[in-house]
């Protein structure tokens, strides 16, 4: 180890120790970490504005409650516990949430209430040119309200993308105009609460039902609706409608809606296909709950015409329940489409007190494609269908917890029994220890894929891809005002390609500054060994680093609070394409400020 490694070791590592713990989190990705994703991730961008603003924005008791139920992560027990709750101090000592709920609610500082709510954020980051992100929410007595400008590095226009809606509330309907969702079902149709991941966490998002119509706050310009939407509360249930006239990225390619998901506007090729395609939409939901049990219809309609006056129509139509018996839930959801092709996406959850289980089925046919089609999948492309078992399993003992999941799935290209197309096993155990201030955390995963076809009966199958990854962190609390983290990954691909990777992490309190740092190194073959940690983020960031040759990264990400209504956050992050810091150093930073009234 060279002199400059034992520098910064001895630097992140110095620190006063013996000072009591605090249950609390202090960022986003402190929280992601405790709830169990990895930096492969993919977490919605709502979660993220949301708990952001939860721990770092003082809000009121019905706004708290109101924000936690819509975070789409949250599993359906804490769901229930938090909807049950009439303030945040009686969730503190309910003993029935999990232990990444409880850090969460410990954070959140609650005020009364204010008639006028305002939320600015603003973020600046220098890296590959310059991209800006501002936006306002607020609400004012029954109104709520939205405005998003972002601009991607080498767009010329500052709003190159921009979003707003308004939205009414009332006791028994709600009305909305503008940028909007309606997330209803498990995201056959129209969307779906949470993402598609897959991993030791998908037993608490994949039975979340679609929380119905609401204000769209993402940063992604292909997803949302223009247009009107509201919901009716009425003896007979809920009825949600979404009315849309929305531009689009893209072309009509062979009765195919070709999308650009990128939102990059840079290259002659990017702007020629900018607002090409011109969507009319009409969704009608209707929801209602019997005793224990849910049932939901959504019915949906869809026009798509470019430039030259080509259109693509479709119809899809959908039913979505869920339930309850003893200490088992149950939930999916069927859809037809306009070719006649039937998706099923469903499941059954166990538990008790020491065990949770989750096991569930898909089936989505090849070129089965909806409205806002985003189920829980292995491929995402446009004509990719497949069909697959999942089980994920969480295990309590004392201060133990033990995960473990594993996904068996095929793409379907030929339905002959006899085949197998592009097949892919996955699993993985992760093991779990608290207590008072320590935290230690080992997994292993593991996937073998087959990329051709072959006889798989009663052949036994060949598989063209294997890659295993493990990983280690221990956290130690030493303070309220600090802890540090150290981490180590590793991948190996097909027994070839292989990377390791090691990251030392503080975070560091002083009276209105909070700093953390982190130091990476990584040793790596080539792209196949590559390795993941989470980046510095900004607020409404949850970017990974991948590393994919030798390299070092030292960062910083500071934030600075003068008082309650306003916060300046820095990052600085320095890289060398080297494990001894040798050549020049590329330098990255960003600059953030939140204001709220």
Known sequence: MQFQHIVIWIYLTGLVWGSPSTDKIHSVEEWFTLLGYDAESTI????????????????????????????????????????????????????????????????????????????????????????????????????????????????????????????????????????????????????????????????????????????????????????????????????????????????????????????????????????????????????????????GLIINSQNVIDNTGENIQRQSVSIFTSGNWNEWYWFGESALNTNKKVAFLGGVIFKNKLLKYLLSIRHYPAHFRTYRTQPFAEWQGQNDGEKGIFQNVQLKYGKHVIFLYTDMVEKIVDNSFLTNNNIKYESGIRWQWRYNKHLIHAQLRKSNQLNTTQMYFPNNIGYDISRTTTKGSYQYKATKYFDIRWQVNSTSYNNESKGVGFETQFNWKIQQFAIRGSWIAAQIDDFNGRVYFWDLNLPGEMRSVAISQNKQLLGFRVQMKPNNNYRLYMRWRSSWNSIRFNGTAKQSYALAIQINF
């Open 44 to 295: 919605p961008e709502e979660d993220l504005n949301s708990i952001q603003q939860l721990i770092h924005t003082p809000v009121s008791n019905a706004d708290a409650l109101m924000i936690l139920t819509d975070i789409s992560v949250l599993s359906l027990s804490d769901l229930k516990n938090i909807s049950s709750s009439k303030d945040i101090e009686s969730l503190k000592s309910n003993e029935e949430l999990s232990t990444a709920v409880r850090f969460l609610i410990n954070s959140i500082n609650i005020i009364n209430y204010a008639p006028l709510k305002l939320l600015i954020k603003e973020k600046i980051s220098f890296h590959n040119g310059v991209r800006h992100d501002w936006r306002a929410i607020g609400s004012l007595e029954n109104f709520e309200y939205g405005i998003l400008l972002e601009k991607d590095p080498g767009e010329q226009n500052i709003s190159d993308h921009n979003s707003i809606y308004l939205k009414w509330n009332s006791t028994k309907m709600n009305l909305i105009a503008g940028d909007h969702q309606l997330v209803g079902g498990y995201g056959l149709i129209s969307w779906r609460t949470s993402s598609a991941h897959k991993g030791f966490a998908t037993l608490n998002s994949l039975p979340r039902q679609g929380k119905g119509i609401t204000g769209y706050r993402s940063s992604n310009e292909y997803w949302s609706t223009r247009g009107l939407g509201g919901d009716w509360q009425t003896d007979y249930g809920k009825f949600t409608f979404s009315l849309g006239r929305t531009y689009q990225d893209g072309s009509l390619n062979e009765n195919e809606i070709k999308l650009d998901k990128t939102g990059i506007h840079v290259t002659p090729g990017d702007l020629f296909i900018q607002n090409q395609l011109l969507e009319y939409s009409a969704t009608v939901m209707w929801n209602n709950n019997f005793h224990s049990n849910h049932l």
